[in-house]
């Protein structure tokens, strides 16, 4: 028979070092269903037995707001779906900041449950100076407390002893506590009564811990809850009954007030600390890195060299993937009869496989530094650095690092907001991370600029014109993002503002297990759940562009190599020769396909813009994945899809291109409009693909392809009407 | 009196009240910035908003606009070196 523990504790404390030390590599993440929050379980030898351990997220106390919040909660009173009953509660604690880490121990308390107290970080409270008497505490608390240092494995086997030891007598947690005022206890005691007479209605029998958060927790999501399969009527009683409870006064007041005084007690007898903090490394790194100039300093290169990691280090991997890709592809390919076979696996399945894996460099390398940067205490300074420019968008500071990673990729971008708590935040900087310009719009811009931009200074040789619309471009993402944010949180993401309480714990050594540990969930996660879909994608594109696949131009063409064969030698002039004949034939083929029928489609829809079909052609082909739009448009104008944003060829023969009469194809409005076109638009799958892996939900990943592709059309025609409207036309 | 936003780095005092009963005043009593605790302000950001303030033996960081719904009572004595 196996056991359940659940470990809980403070964001910080040390609970996922403990985590790793108790269960190895055997842990499992998956999510709990409805909520975005992610479930960690793993399993332990304990006397013999398994048992299993679950991670509940951090938190500072089970009073909750949203579903995500209520997790803790509704798992250690067995009221989650999905999971086994809890039989132990290990609570960890950290002994630098009892005060605070023990409010959450006197709810666990409540609950009734067998729990255990791991005392951790016992090192650095011997730095502080701090000295524990156990024995105290844990005769106070009426339960066992075990002192451990969790990093360096002192005190585990300790701690599983007395996990074995448990037994299951709870005596001891049923006496002391906070002392609650009389009308707090009879109001209390009555919702409870009135709540279980509903039981049959509710479906399970209130806990007194529940039916004392629905009280005291006004407007929270246990009383949301509850209000919702009661009928109306019971938040008005529920209100009477808290106006009663306090005589008045807050409840949330009363409670915070209730515990904090048992809590000072219990410290006062069993705790020893210094008059002045003592002053640690820690707080004197401190006051370096959030220095007014110091710390910006240090801020703006630690955020280069991320930046820098996800855009220029994982280049040469990314390289080394789509060679490895193409290698493969290419010897498949060689083995295989031509046909839609050969067809499918290599430029479908094996390119959809290469799409997937293309990505895995920068989301390791950022979620590594992200994880470092949480793992030493670093990223609650960058959140405090930048909150009041983000607060001004309606973002909060924790939003910087996503939205800065996504100018690299918006992908490893959406994935760093798991650190923000705030669902609201952590959705809204999701839906704009895209407009972030990321670096595979890099070669539409190079492209359109080289070609079409004139090479001109203005401001007196001050400023380059072709250098300054590259900087528009990344500037609309942003312009048109804070807008953005703020409309989502006044709508679709409305609600109440959460607090913008972040604890700044001390600066500690990233631990090697814990950031490896992040770093491979994270890509396996991104592997199982994205990966999915985002080779389906790739597998659907191919299809569309290659069907129907027409047997007379095969034909034609073979017709047109056998006749090249016999009229020139062998030698560099027959191979361009040949070469030539295969982009004309993959123009061809192209032109027929699918893909080339919806370019022609919507030719009407994207004429406002200054776009014939063919430029209509290639940003629906890049839908999907942004990057293919230059290979697109050098299969469509013939020249194969070798070609890239720095080829010759391209750019002559997009300035040669012409409508049908016979005026230039492309101008500059066309130019700028496609750029903007593409600043704007949520042209990758992938990106879709990691969103509804972090919403949970189809709505948001579809919301943001809607707004974006408006965003996009309109941004695109205004522009190009502007810009002919003001005489650019003629250049 | 004076509340917590007014008050500059180095300065220190005891939590008179806390004006309201929203979600912010659940969480930040529930992180021990309750009627009766001693806090001190400890930096602003660079930008001049949030705040760090230390309280029950750790660090804090509260935006302005929340920490103007708490009242200080002001240490007489000048705050130490």
């Known amino acids: 028979m196996s056991i359940h523990f659940a470990l809980v504790g403070n964001p910080n404390v040390g609970k996922t070092t403990l985590f790793n030390a108790l269960t190895g590599l055997s842990h499992v993440t998956g999510n709990y269903p409805g909520v975005t929050v992610e479930r960690k379980s793993g399993a332990m030898r304990l006397n013999g037995n398994t048992a299993n351990v679950i991670d509940l997220p951090g938190t500072y106390s089970l009073a909750a707001r949203s579903p995500d919040e209520m997790i803790v909660a509704d798992v250690l009173l067995g009221q989650q779906e999905g999971e086994e009953p809890v039989d132990v509660v290990l609570a960890v604690i950290d002994a630098t900041n009892l005060e605070r880490n023990l409010y959450l121990v006197s709810q666990l308390r409540e609950l009734g449950k067998p729990l255990v107290v791991a005392l951790n970080m016992m090192d650095l409270a011997d730095r502080r100076e701090i000295k524990i008497d156990v024995a105290v505490m844990a005769e106070a608390l009426g339960v066992p407390v075990v002192p451990i240092c969790a990093h360096k494995g002192h005190g585990v086997s300790e701690l599983l002893q007395a996990l074995t030891e448990i037994a299951h007598d709870v005596s001891g947690i049923y006496s002391g506590g906070p002392l609650w005022p009389d009308e707090l206890r009879h109001e209390w005691e009555s919702l409870r009564e009135e709540l279980n007479g509903l039981s049959a209605k509710i479906g399970h029998e209130i806990h007194p811990m529940e039916a004392f958060r629905i009280l005291v927790d006004k407007g929270g999501y246990a009383e949301e809850r509850m209000a919702a399969t009661l009928e109306d009527g019971f938040i008005s009683r529920l209100e009477e009954r808290r106006t009663r409870a306090g005589s008045g006064a807050s409840l949330a007041g009363l409670e915070a007030r209730g515990r904090y005084a048992w809590i000072h007690e219990i410290v006062r007898r069993g705790v020893l600390k210094p008059s002045e903090r003592v002053t640690t490394m820690s707080d004197r790194i401190d006051a370096v890195l959030t220095h007014k100039v110091g710390g910006t300093v240090v801020f703006a290169l630690l955020m280069v060299v991320v930046f820098q990691a996800i855009y220029s280090w994982a280049g040469p991997l990314m390289d080394l993937i789509d060679g490895g890709v193409g290698w493969v592809g290419n010897m498949v390919g060689s083995r295989m009869p031509d046909g839609v076979l050969q067809s499918l696996v290599v430029d479908g399945i094996i390119t959809g496989v290469g799409s997937v894996l293309i990505f895995l460099p920068q989301i390791l390398i950022l979620m590594a530094c992200v994880a470092v940067l949480e793992d030493c205490g670093y990223m609650a300074r960058a959140a405090f650095l930048m909150d009041r420019l983000l607060s001004r968008c309606g973002l909060s500071g924790q939003s910087f690092i996503p939205l800065l990673s996504s100018f690299a990729c918006a992908i490893p971008g959406v994935m760093a907001t798991r650190t923000i708590a705030d669902r609201r935040d952590r959705f809204t900087t999701m839906l704009v991370a895209p407009l972030m310009s990321c670096s595979a719009r890099l070669p539409v811009y190079v492209l359109m600029i080289a070609a079409f931009v004139p090479d001109e200074r203005i401001l007196g040789g001050l400023i380059g014109v072709q250098g300054a619309t590259l900087f528009a471009m990344y500037c609309i993402g942003i312009a048109v993002a804070v807008p953005i944010a703020w409309i989502l949180k006044r709508t679709l993401l409305k609600g109440e503002t959460p607090p913008f309480l972040l604890e700044l714990p001390s600066y500690k050594w990233p631990q090697p297990r814990v950031v490896a540990g992040k770093v491979y969930r994270q890509g396996k996660e991104f592997l199982r759940r994205a990966g999915t879909i985002i080779f389906a994608i790739t597998v659907i594109v191919w299809a569309l562009a290659y069907f129907p696949h027409s047997a007379s131009i095969e034909q034609q063409f073979e017709a047109e190599r056998t006749a090249l064969t016999t009229l020139l030698p062998e030698g560099a002039e027959l191979e361009d020769a040949i070469a030539d004949i295969d982009n004309r034939e993959a123009a061809e083929h192209l032109n027929n396909s699918f893909f080339a029928r919806g370019g022609h489609l919507i030719e009407p829809l994207v004429k406002p813009l200054g776009w014939d079909w063919r430029i209509g052609v290639s940003a629906l082909a890049s839908f999907p994945a942004r990057e293919v739009v230059v290979a697109t448009l050098g299969t469509i104008f013939a020249l194969g899809s070798d070609v890239d944003e720095e080829s010759e060829s391209l750019k002559a023969t997009m300035n040669a291109a012409t409508w049908p009469d016979g005026s230039p194809l492309f101008t500059v409005p066309v130019a700028l409009s496609i750029m903007v076109f593409f600043a704007l638009c949520c042209q990758c799958g992938a990106t879709l693909a990691v969103i509804r892996r972090e919403t949970q939900s189809w709505r948001w990943p579809a919301f943001t392809f809607a707004y974006m592709t408006v965003l996009a059309y309109v941004a695109a025609l205004i522009v190009y009407q502007g810009a002919v409207a003001l005489g650019l036309g003629s250049a | ?81």
């Open chain 2, 1 to 81: 009196m004076r509340t917590l936003d007014q008050l500059s780095p180095g300065q220190r005092g005891v939590v008179h009240s806390l004006q309201g009963d929203s979600m912010m005043h659940q969480r930040i009593q529930e992180m021990g910035v309750i009627e009766g605790a001693e806090v001190e302000v400890v930096r602003l950001a660079p930008l001049g908003d949030p705040i760090e303030i230390s309280v029950c033996g750790y660090f804090l960081s509260l935006r302005k606009s929340e920490a103007a719904l708490i009242s200080i009572d002001e240490d007489d004595a000048p705050s130490g070196a």
